[in-house]
């Protein structure tokens, strides 16, 4: 109740401070901001309003997401500019605001994005890396340079807020309860691997990524830490465009990619093709301690892996324009992933110290891996006379199937190196997985009076999962037997419905919106042969409130509380132990619960001439936070499995900037400090951490003679502890330099991405009979060369724009 207490004392003092800073304005201007060509809202772009005589900033507002602005103003005789990254600016004429003329509405105004014109070919100015509102950050991933020759974890690696581990695990301020998406939509590309899965589509393919921390209730309440959203490449502007990219790397890395677009009249075709073969070498270490009364026992564990991969990625589509105020767009996207895996590990066995060797066992992994995946998507779009009025129609399904043959050798040699046969192992491991899932989605927007607004909409999905898995051991017959409690079927079905609704309204300069997301989710998971079966359904209410406060002098300030879920998927509910390692497992635990949290935060934007800042607050309770918890036996096997620990209580501060110092100098930076109370005491009294921990990332771009940019950026995350002991720093360092050719129409681009091969996941874990230390590198130091070329025969937009003024 403190905290509520609190959080409504903020909103009625910043309520205040609205209405104090309204009352000194008499007069207002409006308008409405769209692109030139395709009239898409320019959101977020900046309107400042200067005093005639003295030349001097009076006021100033961002562009709402619907590309509308509003300005208060004293009486006075003004003009306006208008300003957007990647786009020409526009200065109004001269106005006069009086007590007989209190308002001005400027209507439509269009603005022309920059262009240069190479021999024909119309290549349009990038819009810039970051774009920021309240409730989101947009990044625009084709900006970066760092994202060349890589893959979609590599582009989210780049990202500010978002840090992804080596193992390929997204976190979102620091916390893996994220929620990824794929087109607003969920994909199979993170359905069985989790984040895992983006390493298979290439960076190329995607536009760009939005972050949205503390979603609304029209969004899936699914994402403690929040979403990410990735938008694949898509144009609709008339005429053919496109790009080819070829790129090669050390380690392998070979590939290509494609996006193409034609728009004639009502039509528009969309194709993107990527292919990519990838060797990527890791290696890990461990080393633990094993407490028995009188005997210490000491493992030494050394892992290498190679993990050779062909991905194809093709997605293509068309948007049909009935009218431009009613789109059908069909899309098909198709992936399959062909791998293979090799690892190496031996384990050497000590008593007491590392001068008594006891043993040395090797194990060697062979891995064949098959992944097609395709997805069917029909979306429609109506929008309506007035202002923000529209309709959204979404249908997709997603058939996904994973095979997996493993193949494991064991071989055992005494403290003198002397092999003993009778002991030597054959296994091998069958892992078959299915997906099929259908997802249908119905939304509607309602504006109501002059500056409110009411959304509402349903959203169904029914996921089936199977995965059918044995393990099995060569006999002294050369038979292979399948092993005690690693033959069944798993079966998981899923079906969440939900329905929401949002009002909105804005009074004077404070903006407000509530909303109510209930959710009905029912799940059973089924172990086929030994007939067990844990169905689990339950029914939720997520509440969510947003208060946006614009402030003079290009200032915006925002409140926002959701409430949040994290729900168990199949992979954290499936019991199958993984067996590449034969002292270390992991599964998941079918007796899992949901874990939910409460989120509250605090945003605010800073726009300058040269730059924007913006930072926030934030806090988040959360009830059964799920993690990961290590045991160890009295023969040294571990076991690793996802558990339900009592709650997590976390806040954090975070603040991002993108600053132009020079005309040859760019920059941006991102600081996120938090602070963590985790108590897992309901699992051993002594899981109980209070951690503080902060991440920072700076990139600097540099622009040279001769169209050559340089671009370095430097990542660190501090160490944290955790339930079980503690995760210790990482770091690394990445540069790239790309140069323009073929006259314009190319770029060439190379990038080492760490540099200084520091990029390792180091673990301490702690428990009442054990020590456990691990080291690991799954990816080495990358250099990629990429060479693109870019097709665009769109016409040229005007160089001179009107102001199109309502009446």
Same mark, same amino acid.
Request: charged share 25%; aromatic share 12%.
């Given at each position: 109740?403190?905290?509520?207490?609190?959080?409504?004392?903020?909103?009625?003092?910043?309520?205040?401070?609205?209405?104090?800073?309204?009352?000194?304005?008499?007069?207002?201007?409006?308008?409405? %901001?769209?692109d030139s060509v395709s009239s898409s809202p320019l959101a977020f772009?900046?309107? !400042?309003?200067?005093?005639?005589?003295?030349?001097?900033?009076?006021?100033?507002?961002?562009?709402?997401?619907?590309?509308?602005? /509003?300005?208060?103003?004293?009486?006075?005789?003004?003009?306006?500019?208008?300003?957007?990254?990647?786009?020409?600016?526009?200065?109004?004429?001269?106005?006069?605001?009086?007590?007989?003329?209190?308002?001005?509405?400027?209507?439509?105004?269009?603005?022309?994005?920059?262009?240069?014109?190479?021999?024909?070919?119309?290549?349009?100015?990038?819009?810039?890396?970051?774009? =920021?509102? %309240?409730?989101?950050?947009? =990044?625009?991933?084709?900006?970066?340079?760092?994202?060349?020759?890589?893959?979609?974890?590599?582009?989210?690696?780049?990202?500010?807020?978002?840090?992804?581990?080596?193992?390929?695990?997204? #976190?979102?301020?620091?916390?893996?309860?994220?929620r990824i998406l794929i087109d607003g939509k969920p994909s199979g %590309?993170?359905?069985?691997?989790?984040?895992?899965?983006?390493?298979?589509?290439?960076?190329?393919?995607?536009?760009?990524?939005?972050?949205?921390?503390?979603?609304?209730?029209?969004?899936?309440?699914?994402?403690?830490?929040?979403?990410?959203?990735?938008?694949?490449?898509?144009?609709?502007?008339?005429?053919?465009?496109?790009?080819?990219?070829?790129?090669?790397?050390?380690?392998?890395?070979?590939?290509?990619?494609?996006?193409?677009?034609?728009?004639?009249?009502?039509?528009?075709?969309?194709?993107?093709?990527?292919?990519?073969?990838?060797?990527?070498?890791?290696?890990? $270490?461990?080393?633990?301690?094993?407490?028995?009364?009188?005997?210490?026992?000491?493992?030494?564990?050394?892992?290498?892996?190679?993990?050779?991969?062909?991905?194809?990625?093709?997605?293509?589509?068309?948007?049909?324009?009935?009218?431009?105020?009613?789109?059908?767009?069909?899309?098909?996207?198709?992936?399959?992933?062909?791998?293979?895996?090799?690892?190496?590990?031996?384990?050497?066995?000590?008593?007491?110290?590392?001068s008594k060797l006891n043993n040395t066992i090797t194990r060697s992994?062979?891995?064949?891996?098959?992944?097609?995946?395709?997805?069917?998507?029909?979306?429609?779009?109506?929008?309506?006379?007035?202002?923000?009025?529209?309709?959204?129609?979404?249908?997709?399904?997603?058939?996904?199937?994973?095979?997996?043959?493993?193949?494991?050798?064991?071989?055992?040699?005494?403290?003198?190196?002397?092999?003993?046969?009778?002991?030597?192992?054959?296994?091998?491991?069958?892992?078959?997985?299915?997906?099929?899932?259908?997802?249908?989605?119905?939304?509607?927007?309602?504006?109501?009076?002059?500056?409110?607004?009411?959304?509402?909409?349903?959203?169904?999905?029914?996921?089936?999962?199977?995965?059918?898995?044995?393990?099995?051991?060569?006999?002294?017959?050369?038979?292979?037997?399948?092993?005690?409690?690693?033959?069944?079927?798993?079966?998981?079905?899923?079906?969440?419905?939900?329905?929401?609704?949002?009002?909105?309204?804005?009074?004077?300069?404070?903006?407000?919106?509530?909303?109510?997301?209930?959710?009905?989710?029912?799940?059973?998971?089924?172990?086929?042969?030994?007939?067990?079966?844990?169905?689990?359904?339950?029914?939720?209410?997520?509440?969510?409130?947003?208060?946006?406060?614009?402030?003079?002098?290009?200032?915006?300030?925002?409140? /926002?509380?959701?409430?949040?879920?994290?729900?168990?998927?199949?992979?954290?509910?499936?019991?199958?132990?993984?067996?590449?390692?034969?002292?270390?497992?992991?599964?998941?635990?079918?007796?899992?619960?949901?874990?939910?949290? &409460?989120?509250?935060?605090?945003?605010?934007?800073?726009?300058?001439?040269?730059?924007?800042?913006?930072?926030?607050?934030?806090?988040?309770?959360?009830?059964?936070?799920?993690?990961?918890?290590?045991?160890?036996?009295?023969?040294?096997?571990?076991?690793?499995?996802?558990? &339900?620990?009592?709650?997590?209580?976390?806040?954090?501060?975070? =603040?991002?900037?993108?600053?132009?110092?020079?005309?040859?100098?760019?920059?941006?930076?991102?600081?996120?400090?938090?602070?963590?109370?985790?108590?897992?005491?309901?699992? %051993?009294?002594?899981?109980?951490?209070?951690?503080?921990?902060?991440?920072? $990332? !700076?990139?600097?771009?540099?622009?040279?003679?001769?169209?050559?940019?340089? !671009?370095?950026?430097?990542?660190?995350?501090?160490?944290?502890?955790?339930?079980?002991?503690?995760?210790?720093?990482?770091?690394?360092?990445? =540069?790239?330099?790309?140069?323009?050719?073929?006259?314009?129409?190319?770029?060439?681009?190379?990038?080492?991405?760490?540099?200084?091969?520091? $990029? #390792?996941?180091?673990?301490?874990?702690?428990?009442?009979?054990?020590?456990?230390?691990?080291?690991?590198?799954?990816?080495?130091? !990358?250099?990629?060369?990429?060479?693109?070329?870019?097709?665009?025969?769109?016409?040229?937009?005007?160089?001179?724009?009107?102001?199109?003024?309502?009446?």
């Amino acid at each position: 109740m403190k905290y509520c207490r609190r959080f409504l004392c903020i909103v009625s003092l910043l309520f205040l401070l609205s209405n104090n800073l309204s009352a000194q304005n008499a007069a207002a201007i409006k308008g409405k %901001l769209v692109d030139s060509v395709s009239s898409s809202p320019l959101a977020f772009a900046t309107v !400042q309003v200067f005093d005639k005589e003295q030349k001097k900033l009076v006021n100033g507002n961002l562009v709402s997401e619907s590309g509308e602005f /509003s300005i208060d103003l004293p009486f006075g005789t003004y003009y306006a500019i208008i300003e957007f990254t990647g786009y020409s600016s526009f200065t109004t004429a001269q106005f006069v605001l009086s007590s007989k003329n209190p308002n001005r509405d400027f209507g439509i105004i269009r603005l022309a994005s920059k262009t240069t014109v190479l021999q024909g070919v119309v290549v349009q100015a990038e819009k810039s890396y970051m774009q =920021f509102s %309240l409730d989101k950050k947009i =990044f625009n991933v084709g900006k970066d340079l760092a994202n060349a020759g890589g893959s979609a974890s590599d582009v989210l690696t780049n990202i500010p807020s978002v840090s992804v581990d080596p193992e390929g695990t997204v #976190k979102l301020r620091g916390s893996d309860n994220v929620r990824i998406l794929i087109d607003g939509k969920p994909s199979g %590309l993170v359905s069985i691997k989790g984040g895992g899965g983006l390493q298979q589509l290439p960076a190329s393919l995607i536009e760009r990524v939005e972050i949205i921390t503390n979603p609304s209730a029209r969004y899936e309440a699914e994402g403690n830490a929040g979403i990410i959203n990735i938008i694949l490449k898509k144009d609709n502007r008339q005429g053919f465009n496109g790009s080819v990219e070829i790129i090669t790397g050390y380690p392998t890395n070979l590939g290509a990619a494609t996006n193409f677009n034609y728009r004639h009249k009502k039509i528009n075709f969309f194709i993107n093709y990527g292919i990519a073969y990838r060797n990527q070498p890791g290696e890990g $270490r461990l080393y633990q301690e094993v407490y028995s009364p009188d005997t210490t026992f000491i493992l030494q564990q050394k892992n290498e892996s190679v993990l050779k991969g062909l991905n194809n990625n093709i997605r293509g589509g068309l948007d049909y324009y009935f009218t431009e105020k009613s789109i059908l767009t069909a899309s098909y996207l198709f992936r399959r992933s062909d791998a293979t895996r090799t690892m190496d590990i031996r384990y050497e066995d000590y008593f007491n110290d590392l001068s008594k060797l006891n043993n040395t066992i090797t194990r060697s992994q062979y891995e064949e891996e098959q992944e097609p995946n395709s997805e069917y998507s029909l979306n429609y779009k109506r929008t309506f006379g007035s202002k923000d009025h529209e309709l959204t129609a979404a249908a997709k399904y997603i058939d996904n199937w994973e095979s997996s043959t493993q193949l494991f050798t064991q071989h055992y040699f005494d403290a003198n190196g002397i092999q003993d046969v009778s002991k030597s192992i054959l296994q091998q491991s069958l892992n078959d997985e299915y997906e099929k899932q259908w997802l249908f989605q119905l939304d509607y927007v309602k504006p109501i009076g002059k500056d409110g607004k009411f959304e509402t909409g349903i959203r169904s999905s029914f996921r089936d999962m199977i995965n059918d898995y044995v393990v099995s051991e060569k006999n002294a017959a050369g038979e292979f037997v399948p092993l005690p409690n690693l033959d069944n079927v798993f079966i998981y079905d899923e079906n969440i419905h939900a329905v929401y609704g949002i009002l909105g309204n804005k009074a004077k300069k404070l903006s407000y919106q509530a909303g109510l997301r209930a959710e009905w989710t029912d799940v059973k998971t089924t172990l086929e042969k030994t007939k067990e079966i844990n169905p689990r359904s339950y029914f939720n209410f997520f509440p969510s409130a947003h208060f946006t406060f614009d402030l003079p002098k290009e200032n915006a300030l925002q409140v /926002s509380y959701s409430r949040r879920v994290r729900r168990p998927f199949y992979n954290d509910l499936s019991p199958f132990m993984t067996f590449s390692d034969a002292r270390n497992f992991s599964s998941g635990n079918p007796d899992l619960d949901p874990e939910f949290s &409460n989120v509250g935060e605090i945003s605010h934007i800073k726009y300058f001439d040269k730059g924007t800042i913006s930072s926030g607050l934030y806090y988040r309770n959360t009830k059964g936070r799920i993690d990961r918890i290590r045991r160890v036996d009295s023969a040294g096997n571990s076991t690793t499995r996802p558990e &339900n620990l009592l709650s997590e209580k976390a806040w954090g501060a975070e =603040f991002t900037g993108a600053w132009t110092l020079t005309s040859w100098w760019k920059l941006d930076a991102s600081l996120n400090f938090f602070h963590a109370d985790i108590d897992g005491s309901n699992i %051993l009294k002594t899981y109980k951490a209070s951690t503080y921990s902060w991440f920072a $990332r !700076q990139t600097s771009r540099f622009s040279l003679p001769h169209n050559i940019e340089i !671009q370095t950026r430097g990542n660190y995350e501090a160490p944290q502890k955790t339930a079980q002991g503690k995760r210790k720093s990482l770091y690394y360092l990445d =540069f790239t330099a790309s140069k323009d050719v073929f006259k314009g129409k190319g770029t060439a681009n190379i990038n080492v991405l760490d540099v200084f091969n520091t $990029r #390792k996941a180091r673990t301490i874990s702690e428990g009442d009979n054990f020590y456990t230390e691990s080291n690991s590198q799954p990816r080495r130091r !990358q250099i990629n060369f990429t060479l693109s070329y870019r097709i665009r025969q769109s016409k040229p937009a005007p160089k001179k724009l009107e102001g199109e003024e309502g009446q």
